[in-house]
T-cell receptor, first 111, second 113 residues
Framework: DGGITQSPKYLFRKEGQNVTLSCEQN?????MYWYRQDPGQGLRLIYY???????QKGDIAEGYSVSREKKESFPLTVTSAQKNPTAFYLC??????????FGPGTRLTVL | RKEVEQDPGPFNVPEGATVAFNCTYS??????FFWYRQDCRKEPKLLMS???SGNEDGRFTAQLNRASQYISLLIRDSKLSDSATYLC??????????????FGSGTRLSIRP
């Protein structure tokens, strides 16, 4: 089945640690996105990538980093510089009709 | 003014009722419009695209009004399983330019028996 996978589903981080969230897609989509969602809030764009080896900052990129070495993979690192990282993180890709497809998300909690 | 605005609700309606949501957008050059459904603690899932001529999928009807810059979603004969948050999404993506996808904050719908 084609789709987007994210791992882990739940992640706990100690303050001062960097953690990396995985996002993989087998939809052959070029563009991929990372969003953050806080309780009761909408989605906010962290980073996006239009093609391999290229990525752009979104609205809230501070404290995050990404890489796009392969078309299928777009990992997100939450660094210790991110002051309030506890949130629900969603990865998405975009289809030929501009519709977005989302992975199941990673729920990150800072202890 | 937010780029995409939705009434946050919650809308609390009885089963079988008809309910409608509106979503306004500020960029007149917006190109693509969508409604997504998000269940609690889950990812958003595409409900339907919104076309200029309006489109229907079973009990769901979506409309686009470019002149007034809003889109709407109508749910007829609502079911308990329709309870969710409905997200309005506006996409200004061009094939040669960087994508600009704007999400509304969502409208919560609760269907009561």
């Amino acid at each position: 089945d084609g789709g987007i996978t994210q791992s882990p589903k739940y992640l706990f981080r100690k303050e001062g640690q960097n953690v990396t969230l995985s996002c993989e897609q087998n939809l052959n989509h070029d563009a991929m996105y990372w969003y953050r969602q806080d309780p009761g809030q909408g989605l906010r764009l962290i980073y996006y990538s239009q093609i391999v080896n290229d990525f752009q900052k979104g609205d809230i990129a501070e404290g995050y980093s990404v890489s796009r070495e392969k078309k299928e993979s777009f990992p997100l690192t939450v660094t210790s510089a991110q002051k309030n990282p506890t949130a629900f993180y969603l990865c998405a890709s975009i289809g030929q009709f501009n519709e977005q497809f989302f992975g199941p998300g990673t729920r990150l909690t800072v202890l | 003014r937010k780029e995409v605005e939705q009434d946050p609700g919650p809308f609390n309606v009885p089963e079988g009722a008809t309910v409608a949501f509106n979503c306004t957008y500020s960029n007149s050059a917006s190109q693509s419009f969508f409604w997504y459904r998000q269940d609690c603690r889950k990812e958003p899932k595409l409900l339907m695209s919104v076309y200029s001529s309006g489109n229907e999928d079973g009990r769901f009807t979506a409309q686009l009004n470019r002149a007034s810059q809003y889109i709407s979603l109508l749910i007829r004969d609502s079911k308990l399983s329709d309870s969710a948050t409905y997200l309005c999404v506006v996409n200004n993506r061009g094939y040669s330019s960087a994508s600009k996808i704007i999400f509304g904050s969502g409208t919560r719908l609760s269907i009561r028996p």
